[in-house]
């Protein structure tokens, strides 16, 4: 029966998760030894042609956020939308003789070219935002009033609506209201003056007036799908990424901690903390292994450890045991936990003999000579996830510490069981009495030889 208390909050574990690097790093050490992952690719959608990608990264920084740099992106992807379709008012107006109609477009076009410039070279975000709201706003009610109102000048002050619509876009929500507030608060001017300025209006045949309505809604529509078609991409990206990085910091995390845990941390506000009355806890040393790794080179030591451990990783997750850690060529594991089950003894008692088996098949592979000495206890422990700096899940107890001494009091290529551990296999395994023997800290103890199952 495992009894579980809630400790510490969740959230100092996700920044734990952040500190680690847990969302960059593919290869990563986990409880000492490495672990690679492949992850599929991100489901991305079209990519951005080179040209766009380069235009849309004008005044980037790389110490911009994701969030900031699409705004930035969006900011100038509008204003040079909007500046190449000024050419249209520019041509028709000039050719009209309304020369203080054109100016007004191509004076946007060239404060529109001032600024990418300014914001190309001084990354000032801030005066660039707000020098193209303004000029996206006044501008179009500007021409409106110079043509006559919204019949001469074919509604031309629709364009200012992408004021607020860009406000929305990359200065947020809350800051985009003054914007469409005072917006609305032009289209209502201009709605009480245009009498007296329909009185004075340009001569504009027909039919430009015409296409122009034409131009001027659907080139605000356009301009506002195109917005908010780029917005939505760039955020699909970015939702695509985050996704697959949740991804890799997830799948780390089930290399430090066990799978129940993993979600229980997800899930709950708080880490929880587990006391089972019955488990089963090994360890296991590479006898002599100190002294071969000085004669190796560091390669050679460091991949035989790994074809060990990785040996040893895999009977345990066949076995549905727990590995806890390794501390240098030493390995814990234990058998009824996270989750209990009723033959944690024999399932660690199978995969010590199992592990013993796998050290032999390496030492003859390599033609190192390798043995492994085994110590292992049953009865109550605590588990949970501890550390500031680095975290893992650990266990503690009286358990934990016999099996301990079982192993570093043991003997090479033997498998040395407490007698309490003893009561629960003799049925089913063989097992040879040791004796008594003085253990460091526990006294005179009485232990047995695993030797293994019965037939």
């Not at 506000?269 to 006898?287: N, P």
């Not at 085994?374 to 422990?381: A, E, H, L, R």
Request: aromatic share 10%; hydrophobic share 45%.
């Amino acid at each position: 029966m495992a009894r579980r208390w809630r400790l510490f909050s969740r959230t100092r574990w996700e920044s734990k998760i952040r500190e680690e690097g847990f969302l960059t790093n593919s290869y990563y050490p986990v409880l000492g030894s490495p672990v690679s992952l492949t992850y599929p690719e991100a489901p991305y959608a079209r990519p951005v042609p080179e040209w766009l990608r380069r235009l849309t990264a004008l005044g980037a920084s790389p110490a911009d956020s994701r969030e900031l740099r699409l705004r930035k992106s969006v900011l100038v992807l509008s204003s040079v939308l909007m500046a190449t379709l000024s050419f249209v008012w520019v041509g028709t107006y000039a050719v009209l003789g309304l020369w203080v109609s054109a100016a007004i477009p191509l004076a946007y076009q060239l404060a529109t070219g001032v600024s990418l410039w300014t914001f190309a070279r001084t990354r000032r975000f801030q005066l660039f935002r707000v020098s193209q709201l303004l000029m996206s706003l006044l501008l179009p009610f500007a021409l409106q009033w110079s043509l006559g109102g919204f019949a001469a000048s074919s509604a031309v002050a629709l364009w200012a609506f992408t004021c607020p619509v860009g406000a929305l876009l990359f200065v947020g929500a809350r800051q985009a209201v003054p914007w469409f507030v005072a917006f609305a608060a032009l289209v209502a001017f201009s709605g009480a003056i245009d009498p007296a300025l329909a009185a004075d209006a340009a001569e504009i045949p027909s039919g430009v007036q015409v296409s122009f309505f034409v131009l001027n809604v659907l080139g605000v529509c356009t301009t506002a799908y195109v917005l908010l078609q780029y917005f939505v991409r760039a955020r699909e990206r970015a939702l695509a990424e985050l996704g697959i990085e949740r991804e890799k910091s997830e799948r780390l995390l089930l290399n430090v901690l066990p799978a129940s845990v993993a979600e229980r941390l997800k899930e709950s506000e708080e880490v929880i903390a587990d006391g089972f009355d019955s488990a089963t806890v090994l360890f296991a040393d590479l006898v002599g292994f100190t002294p071969l790794a000085q004669s190796l080179p560091p390669d050679e030591t460091v991949a035989l450890l790994d074809r060990v451990f990785a040996g040893w990783d895999a009977l345990a997750d066949r076995h549905g045991v727990e590995k806890i850690k390794t501390i240098g060529d030493a390995y814990m594991v234990a058998g009824g936990i996270p989750a209990p089950r009723p033959d944690h003894a024999e399932a660690i008692a199978d995969l010590a003999l199992e592990m013993s088996a796998e050290v032999e098949r390496c030492a003859g592979e390599s033609g190192v000579p390798l043995q492994v000495r085994v110590g292992i206890d049953t009865g109550p422990v605590v588990a949970g996830v501890i550390g500031r700096a680095k975290f893992s899940y650990d266990l503690w107890g009286d358990t934990v510490n016999t099996a301990s001494r079982m192993e570093s009091h043991g003997l090479p290529g033997e498998i040395q069981v407490t007698e309490r551990a003893y009561e629960r296999l003799r049925d089913r395994y063989e097992l040879r009495r040791r004796g008594t023997i003085e253990v460091k800290g526990k006294g005179a103890m009485t232990t047995y030889l695993l030797l293994g199952r019965r037939d």
